[in-house]
Protein backbone atom coordinates (compact mmCIF):
# COMPACT_ATOMS: atom_id res chain seq x y z
CA UNK A 1 0.00 0.00 0.00
CA UNK A 2 1.26 3.37 -0.54
CA UNK A 3 0.83 5.90 2.03
CA UNK A 4 1.09 9.75 1.59
CA UNK A 5 3.83 11.22 3.06
CA UNK A 6 3.07 13.24 6.15
CA UNK A 7 4.31 16.56 4.36
CA UNK A 8 3.36 15.88 0.75
CA UNK A 9 0.95 18.28 -0.42
CA UNK A 10 1.12 17.37 -4.21
CA UNK A 11 -1.92 15.28 -2.64
CA UNK A 12 -4.06 18.17 -1.99
CA UNK A 13 -4.75 20.24 -5.18
CA UNK A 14 -6.67 23.39 -3.51
CA UNK A 15 -9.75 24.37 -4.96
CA UNK A 16 -8.87 27.64 -4.68
CA UNK A 17 -5.85 27.53 -7.50
CA UNK A 18 -7.89 25.48 -9.14
CA UNK A 19 -10.56 28.00 -9.74
CA UNK A 20 -12.47 26.41 -7.27
CA UNK A 21 -14.31 24.80 -10.42
CA UNK A 22 -12.66 21.44 -10.96
CA UNK A 23 -14.07 17.89 -11.09
CA UNK A 24 -12.99 16.08 -7.98
CA UNK A 25 -13.05 12.43 -6.04
CA UNK A 26 -14.52 11.37 -3.19
CA UNK A 27 -14.20 8.15 -1.33
CA UNK A 28 -17.33 7.91 1.21
CA UNK A 29 -16.64 4.76 4.03
CA UNK A 30 -20.04 4.47 5.31
CA UNK A 31 -21.63 0.96 6.12
CA UNK A 32 -25.33 1.87 5.88
CA UNK A 33 -26.37 1.15 1.45
CA UNK A 34 -29.32 3.29 2.72
CA UNK A 35 -27.37 6.34 3.63
CA UNK A 36 -24.20 6.08 1.26
CA UNK A 37 -27.26 5.84 -1.11
CA UNK A 38 -28.69 9.24 0.13
CA UNK A 39 -25.76 11.09 -0.24
CA UNK A 40 -24.18 10.09 -3.65
CA UNK A 41 -27.68 11.15 -4.87
CA UNK A 42 -27.79 14.80 -2.94
CA UNK A 43 -24.31 14.94 -3.94
CA UNK A 44 -25.00 14.59 -7.87
CA UNK A 45 -27.67 17.30 -7.54
CA UNK A 46 -25.70 19.67 -6.28
CA UNK A 47 -22.89 19.59 -7.74
CA UNK A 48 -21.52 21.96 -10.64
CA UNK A 49 -18.83 19.89 -12.08
CA UNK A 50 -18.62 16.26 -12.13
CA UNK A 51 -17.52 14.29 -9.61
CA UNK A 52 -15.63 10.94 -9.45
CA UNK A 53 -17.85 8.95 -6.24
CA UNK A 54 -16.79 6.05 -4.99
CA UNK A 55 -18.69 3.70 -2.01
CA UNK A 56 -17.05 0.98 0.44
CA UNK A 57 -18.13 0.20 3.53
CA UNK A 58 -15.22 -1.28 5.50
CA UNK A 59 -12.10 0.29 6.99
CA UNK A 60 -9.93 -1.97 5.60
CA UNK A 61 -11.46 -1.54 1.77
CA UNK A 62 -11.30 2.28 2.50
CA UNK A 63 -7.34 1.90 3.16
CA UNK A 64 -6.68 -0.45 0.03
CA UNK A 65 -8.67 1.71 -2.02
CA UNK A 66 -6.94 5.13 -0.36
CA UNK A 67 -3.38 3.08 -0.98
CA UNK A 68 -4.19 2.41 -4.67
CA UNK A 69 -5.13 5.82 -6.45
CA UNK A 70 -5.44 9.14 -5.49
CA UNK A 71 -8.99 10.64 -4.11
CA UNK A 72 -9.41 14.58 -3.07
CA UNK A 73 -11.20 14.09 0.59
CA UNK A 74 -12.99 11.35 2.26
CA UNK A 75 -16.19 11.21 3.77
CA UNK A 76 -15.68 9.14 6.91
CA UNK A 77 -18.56 7.06 8.64
CA UNK A 78 -16.17 6.07 12.20
CA UNK A 79 -18.83 3.25 13.05
CA UNK A 80 -17.66 0.51 10.99
CA UNK A 81 -18.28 -3.51 11.69
CA UNK A 82 -14.15 -3.70 11.63
CA UNK A 83 -13.24 -0.47 13.46
CA UNK A 84 -14.29 0.66 16.65
CA UNK A 85 -16.26 4.28 16.87
CA UNK A 86 -13.11 5.81 18.46
CA UNK A 87 -10.38 4.10 16.42
CA UNK A 88 -11.71 4.35 13.05
CA UNK A 89 -9.70 8.32 12.42
CA UNK A 90 -6.86 7.65 13.80
CA UNK A 91 -6.33 4.95 11.28
CA UNK A 92 -7.03 7.18 8.45
CA UNK A 93 -5.11 9.27 9.66
CA UNK A 94 -2.24 7.75 10.36
CA UNK A 95 -1.85 5.94 7.33
CA UNK A 96 -2.71 8.99 5.25
CA UNK A 97 -2.29 12.06 7.21
CA UNK A 98 -2.36 14.50 4.17
CA UNK A 99 -5.57 13.47 3.16
CA UNK A 100 -8.26 16.11 4.08
CA UNK A 101 -11.02 13.68 6.20
CA UNK A 102 -14.78 14.83 7.23
CA UNK A 103 -16.75 12.61 10.07
CA UNK A 104 -19.71 11.82 8.83
CA UNK A 105 -22.04 11.01 12.27
CA UNK A 106 -25.84 10.00 12.97
CA UNK A 107 -25.37 12.02 16.52
CA UNK A 108 -26.06 15.88 16.72
CA UNK A 109 -23.02 15.74 19.66
CA UNK A 110 -21.04 19.04 19.38
CA UNK A 111 -18.45 17.42 21.87
CA UNK A 112 -18.15 14.54 19.85
CA UNK A 113 -17.62 17.05 16.77
CA UNK A 114 -15.48 19.04 18.50
CA UNK A 115 -13.10 16.22 19.72
CA UNK A 116 -12.82 14.59 16.22
CA UNK A 117 -11.77 18.21 14.95
CA UNK A 118 -9.27 18.68 17.32
CA UNK A 119 -7.74 14.82 16.65
CA UNK A 120 -7.42 16.69 13.02
CA UNK A 121 -10.46 15.82 11.16
CA UNK A 122 -11.38 19.10 8.74
CA UNK A 123 -15.41 19.21 9.38
CA UNK A 124 -18.40 17.26 11.27
CA UNK A 125 -21.00 16.97 9.26
CA UNK A 126 -24.84 15.47 10.94
CA UNK A 127 -26.11 12.73 8.03
CA UNK A 128 -29.56 13.25 8.79
CA UNK A 129 -29.21 17.44 8.10
CA UNK A 130 -27.43 16.54 4.55
CA UNK A 131 -27.50 18.86 1.88
CA UNK A 132 -25.47 18.55 -1.23
CA UNK A 133 -24.94 21.75 -0.93
CA UNK A 134 -23.83 22.15 2.20
CA UNK A 135 -21.55 18.61 1.73
CA UNK A 136 -20.03 20.08 -1.24
CA UNK A 137 -19.56 23.14 0.65
CA UNK A 138 -17.50 21.16 3.69
CA UNK A 139 -15.47 19.14 0.77
CA UNK A 140 -14.10 22.29 -0.93
CA UNK A 141 -13.06 23.69 2.46
CA UNK A 142 -11.61 20.60 3.86
CA UNK A 143 -9.69 20.15 0.89
CA UNK A 144 -8.19 23.84 1.44
CA UNK A 145 -7.79 24.02 4.69
CA UNK A 146 -5.50 20.26 4.74
CA UNK A 147 -3.47 21.99 2.18
CA UNK A 148 -3.14 25.22 4.33
CA UNK A 149 -1.69 22.95 7.03
CA UNK A 150 0.18 20.43 5.22
CA UNK A 151 1.91 23.44 3.42
CA UNK A 152 2.47 25.71 6.56
CA UNK A 153 3.91 22.64 8.09
CA UNK A 154 6.30 21.32 5.50
CA UNK A 155 7.27 25.37 5.37
CA UNK A 156 8.09 24.96 9.46
CA UNK A 157 10.09 21.56 8.50
CA UNK A 158 12.25 23.15 6.11
CA UNK A 159 12.67 26.13 8.09
CA UNK A 160 13.80 24.21 11.16
CA UNK A 161 16.07 21.92 8.95
CA UNK A 162 17.82 24.97 7.34
CA UNK A 163 18.36 26.73 10.49
CA UNK A 164 20.21 23.70 11.75
CA UNK A 165 22.02 23.61 8.79
CA UNK A 166 23.28 27.09 9.27
CA UNK A 167 23.75 26.97 12.82
CA UNK A 168 26.21 23.25 11.91
CA UNK A 169 28.03 25.72 9.26
CA UNK A 170 28.93 28.51 11.04
CA UNK A 171 30.42 26.31 13.96
CA UNK A 172 31.96 24.67 11.24
CA UNK A 173 33.32 26.78 9.12
CA UNK A 174 34.26 28.89 12.38
CA UNK A 175 36.56 26.15 13.57
CA UNK A 176 37.93 25.68 9.97
CA UNK A 177 39.30 28.99 9.87
CA UNK A 178 40.52 29.42 13.52
CA UNK A 179 43.51 27.09 12.99
CA UNK A 180 45.00 29.01 9.53
CA UNK A 181 44.04 32.21 11.00
CA UNK A 182 46.58 31.48 14.58
CA UNK A 183 49.31 29.91 12.13
CA UNK A 184 48.91 33.29 9.95
CA UNK A 185 49.13 35.04 13.67
CA UNK A 186 52.03 33.14 14.74
CA UNK A 187 53.75 34.22 11.43
CA UNK A 188 53.30 38.32 11.55
CA UNK A 189 54.84 37.58 15.33
CA UNK A 190 57.82 36.05 14.17
CA UNK A 191 58.24 38.94 11.53
CA UNK A 192 57.57 41.59 13.89
CA UNK A 193 60.91 40.90 15.64
CA UNK A 194 62.44 41.88 12.10
CA UNK A 195 60.29 45.11 11.61
CA UNK A 196 63.21 46.78 11.41
CA UNK A 197 64.67 44.77 8.22
CA UNK A 198 61.33 45.80 6.79
CA UNK A 199 61.10 49.44 5.53
CA UNK A 200 58.34 51.85 6.06
CA UNK A 201 56.26 50.27 3.70
CA UNK A 202 56.97 47.20 4.80
CA UNK A 203 55.92 47.53 8.29
CA UNK A 204 52.85 49.59 7.62
CA UNK A 205 51.84 46.33 5.40
CA UNK A 206 52.94 44.71 8.51
CA UNK A 207 50.45 46.45 10.71
CA UNK A 208 47.85 46.35 8.78
CA UNK A 209 47.57 42.38 8.48
CA UNK A 210 48.29 42.01 11.94
CA UNK A 211 45.20 44.29 12.58
CA UNK A 212 43.16 42.35 9.77
CA UNK A 213 44.28 39.02 11.92
CA UNK A 214 42.99 40.46 15.26
CA UNK A 215 39.30 41.25 13.23
CA UNK A 216 39.08 38.15 11.51
CA UNK A 217 39.82 36.39 15.25
CA UNK A 218 37.40 38.40 16.96
CA UNK A 219 35.16 37.58 14.13
CA UNK A 220 35.21 34.17 14.25
CA UNK A 221 35.41 34.00 18.19
CA UNK A 222 32.02 35.58 18.35
CA UNK A 223 30.77 33.21 15.97
CA UNK A 224 31.84 30.43 17.58
CA UNK A 225 30.15 32.05 20.69
CA UNK A 226 26.97 32.52 18.92
CA UNK A 227 26.67 29.00 17.77
CA UNK A 228 27.59 27.87 20.60
CA UNK A 229 24.95 29.34 22.62
CA UNK A 230 22.66 28.25 19.94
CA UNK A 231 23.15 24.71 20.28
CA UNK A 232 23.64 24.25 24.29
CA UNK A 233 19.98 23.24 25.38
CA UNK A 234 18.40 26.23 27.32
CA UNK A 235 16.74 26.51 30.52
CA UNK A 236 13.39 27.86 31.42
CA UNK A 237 13.49 28.79 35.09
CA UNK A 238 13.70 31.22 37.61
CA UNK A 239 16.31 33.90 36.43
CA UNK A 240 17.45 36.69 39.51
CA UNK A 241 18.74 39.66 36.79
CA UNK A 242 20.53 41.17 39.71
CA UNK A 243 23.01 38.18 40.06
CA UNK A 244 23.07 38.14 35.93
CA UNK A 245 23.73 41.96 36.21
CA UNK A 246 26.12 41.42 38.83
CA UNK A 247 28.07 38.72 36.67
CA UNK A 248 28.32 40.79 33.52
CA UNK A 249 29.38 43.74 35.73
CA UNK A 250 32.72 42.04 36.37
CA UNK A 251 33.23 40.69 32.81
CA UNK A 252 33.12 44.23 31.59
CA UNK A 253 35.16 45.36 34.53
CA UNK A 254 38.02 45.95 32.45
CA UNK A 255 36.32 48.18 29.87
CA UNK A 256 35.10 50.22 32.81
CA UNK A 257 38.24 50.48 33.96
CA UNK A 258 39.91 51.53 30.62
CA UNK A 259 36.45 54.02 29.96
CA UNK A 260 36.50 55.59 33.11
CA UNK A 261 33.28 54.75 33.19
CA UNK A 262 30.35 54.26 36.17
CA UNK A 263 27.94 51.97 36.10
CA UNK A 264 24.97 51.96 38.55
CA UNK A 265 21.94 49.95 38.50
CA UNK A 266 17.78 49.94 40.96
CA UNK A 267 16.53 46.53 41.98
CA UNK A 268 16.17 44.38 39.57
CA UNK A 269 13.72 41.53 39.22
CA UNK A 270 13.35 38.14 39.00
CA UNK A 271 12.13 36.35 35.66
CA UNK A 272 11.81 33.47 33.53
CA UNK A 273 14.48 32.53 31.30
CA UNK A 274 18.55 31.06 30.66
CA UNK A 275 20.95 32.44 32.70
CA UNK A 276 23.84 32.41 30.79
CA UNK A 277 22.06 33.85 27.61
CA UNK A 278 20.89 36.90 29.75
CA UNK A 279 24.17 37.34 31.08
CA UNK A 280 25.34 37.46 27.64
CA UNK A 281 22.91 40.18 26.50
CA UNK A 282 23.40 42.22 29.80
CA UNK A 283 27.51 42.10 28.95
CA UNK A 284 26.84 42.24 25.17
CA UNK A 285 24.89 45.97 26.18
CA UNK A 286 26.96 47.08 28.98
CA UNK A 287 30.20 46.31 26.91
CA UNK A 288 28.03 48.80 23.74
CA UNK A 289 27.22 51.50 26.39
CA UNK A 290 31.03 51.76 27.22
CA UNK A 291 32.48 51.08 23.84
CA UNK A 292 30.01 53.57 21.97
CA UNK A 293 30.99 56.56 24.10
CA UNK A 294 31.01 60.20 24.05
CA UNK A 295 33.78 62.71 25.21
CA UNK A 296 31.94 62.79 28.12
CA UNK A 297 32.70 60.37 31.42
CA UNK A 298 30.71 57.56 30.11
CA UNK A 299 27.68 56.93 32.37
CA UNK A 300 25.36 53.92 32.55
CA UNK A 301 22.32 52.92 34.18
CA UNK A 302 20.31 49.62 34.43
CA UNK A 303 16.78 49.72 36.02
CA UNK A 304 13.51 47.89 35.20
CA UNK A 305 9.68 48.43 35.08
CA UNK A 306 6.98 45.62 35.13
CA UNK A 307 4.28 45.96 31.78
CA UNK A 308 1.51 43.15 32.43
CA UNK A 309 3.29 39.96 32.56
CA UNK A 310 6.70 40.93 31.16
CA UNK A 311 9.57 43.02 33.32
CA UNK A 312 11.48 45.22 30.96
CA UNK A 313 15.10 45.99 31.91
CA UNK A 314 16.63 49.04 30.24
CA UNK A 315 20.40 49.74 29.98
CA UNK A 316 21.08 53.34 29.46
CA UNK A 317 24.00 55.32 28.16
CA UNK A 318 24.67 58.95 27.45
CA UNK A 319 27.25 57.84 24.85
CA UNK A 320 27.09 58.93 20.82
CA UNK A 321 23.83 57.91 20.29
CA UNK A 322 22.14 56.09 17.15
CA UNK A 323 21.20 58.57 13.90
CA UNK A 324 18.05 57.82 13.50
CA UNK A 325 18.17 55.92 10.31
CA UNK A 326 20.61 53.56 11.52
CA UNK A 327 17.99 52.29 14.61
CA UNK A 328 16.36 49.77 12.92
CA UNK A 329 19.39 48.04 11.24
CA UNK A 330 21.91 47.82 14.16
CA UNK A 331 20.06 44.66 15.07
CA UNK A 332 20.92 43.08 11.77
CA UNK A 333 23.74 40.81 11.22
CA UNK A 334 27.13 42.21 10.65
CA UNK A 335 25.37 45.73 10.68
CA UNK A 336 27.95 48.10 11.76
CA UNK A 337 27.46 52.35 12.03
CA UNK A 338 30.25 53.77 10.08
CA UNK A 339 31.17 56.44 12.16
CA UNK A 340 34.28 56.84 10.81
CA UNK A 341 35.40 56.21 14.55
CA UNK A 342 38.78 53.42 14.02
CA UNK A 343 38.49 53.43 18.04
CA UNK A 344 35.26 51.36 18.22
CA UNK A 345 36.39 47.90 16.57
CA UNK A 346 33.45 45.37 15.99
CA UNK A 347 31.88 42.90 14.14
CA UNK A 348 27.87 43.72 14.11
CA UNK A 349 26.94 40.32 15.53
CA UNK A 350 26.26 40.96 19.15
CA UNK A 351 23.08 42.98 18.90
CA UNK A 352 21.63 40.21 16.16
CA UNK A 353 22.68 37.90 18.86
CA UNK A 354 21.03 39.70 21.74
CA UNK A 355 17.86 40.05 19.66
CA UNK A 356 17.54 36.21 18.60
CA UNK A 357 18.33 35.32 22.39
CA UNK A 358 15.45 37.71 23.85
CA UNK A 359 13.00 36.59 20.95
CA UNK A 360 13.70 33.18 21.82
CA UNK A 361 12.58 34.06 25.33
CA UNK A 362 9.50 35.53 23.95
CA UNK A 363 10.48 39.03 24.57
CA UNK A 364 11.32 41.97 22.44
CA UNK A 365 14.64 44.17 22.25
CA UNK A 366 14.89 47.65 20.86
CA UNK A 367 16.25 51.04 21.22
CA UNK A 368 15.49 54.63 22.42
CA UNK A 369 18.58 56.82 20.83
CA UNK A 370 19.42 60.78 19.90
CA UNK A 371 22.34 60.71 18.03
CA UNK A 372 25.51 62.64 21.06
CA UNK A 373 22.88 62.21 23.88
CA UNK A 374 23.15 58.43 24.20
CA UNK A 375 20.93 55.57 23.68
CA UNK A 376 18.73 53.44 25.70
CA UNK A 377 18.32 49.59 25.62
CA UNK A 378 15.18 47.79 26.63
CA UNK A 379 14.57 44.22 27.09
CA UNK A 380 10.89 42.48 28.07
CA UNK A 381 10.85 38.83 29.42
CA UNK A 382 8.17 36.98 30.92
CA UNK A 383 8.09 37.84 34.86
CA UNK A 384 8.30 35.25 37.56
CA UNK A 385 5.67 35.48 40.15
CA UNK A 386 7.26 36.45 42.55
CA UNK A 387 9.08 40.18 42.36
CA UNK A 388 11.68 41.68 44.45
CA UNK A 389 10.63 44.80 45.02
P1 LIG B 1 29.56 45.73 17.19
O1 LIG B 1 29.57 46.48 18.48
O2 LIG B 1 30.45 44.55 17.19
O3 LIG B 1 29.75 46.61 16.00
P2 LIG B 1 26.72 45.25 17.67
O4 LIG B 1 25.81 44.33 16.93
O5 LIG B 1 26.85 45.09 19.13
O6 LIG B 1 28.11 45.09 16.95
O7 LIG B 1 26.25 46.73 17.37
C1 LIG B 1 25.90 47.12 16.04
C2 LIG B 1 26.11 48.63 15.88
O8 LIG B 1 25.16 49.35 16.67
C3 LIG B 1 27.47 49.10 16.38
O9 LIG B 1 28.43 48.98 15.36
C4 LIG B 1 27.18 50.54 16.75
O10 LIG B 1 27.30 51.34 15.61
C5 LIG B 1 25.73 50.53 17.18
N1 LIG B 1 25.58 50.52 18.67
C6 LIG B 1 25.38 49.44 19.46
N2 LIG B 1 25.26 49.80 20.75
C7 LIG B 1 25.39 51.13 20.80
C8 LIG B 1 25.35 52.12 21.84
N3 LIG B 1 25.15 51.78 23.12
N4 LIG B 1 25.51 53.41 21.48
C9 LIG B 1 25.70 53.76 20.20
N5 LIG B 1 25.75 52.90 19.17
C10 LIG B 1 25.60 51.60 19.45
Redesign the pocket.
Same mark, same amino acid.
Given at each position: MTAYPATDTQHVVPFIRAGLRRDFSLLLVEDNDHHSEMIRVRLERAADVPIQFEHVTTLADALDRLGSRHVDAVLLDLALSDSPIDQTLAAVQSAFPALPIIVLTSLDDHDFAAATVKQGAQDFLVKTELSGELLLRSVRYAVERKYAETALRQYAADLEHSNEDLKQFAHTVAHEVKNPLSVVSNCLQVLEFDAERLGDVGREMLNEAATAVRNMAQLVD?LLGFASVEQRSKSHERVDVEAVFEQALRNVRREIAAAGGVVTSDPLPVVIGDDVQLRLVMQ? /?LS??L??RAERRPEVHVSASRAGDQQVITVR?N +? *?? =?PAE?RIH =??DMF???N?GREA?T +??? *?? /????RRIIEQHNGRLWVD !?EAGR? !?T?SFSLPAADEIRQ
Open positions: EN /LNAKYD +G *IG =IH =IFYRVDA +GTG *IG /LAFC !SG !SF
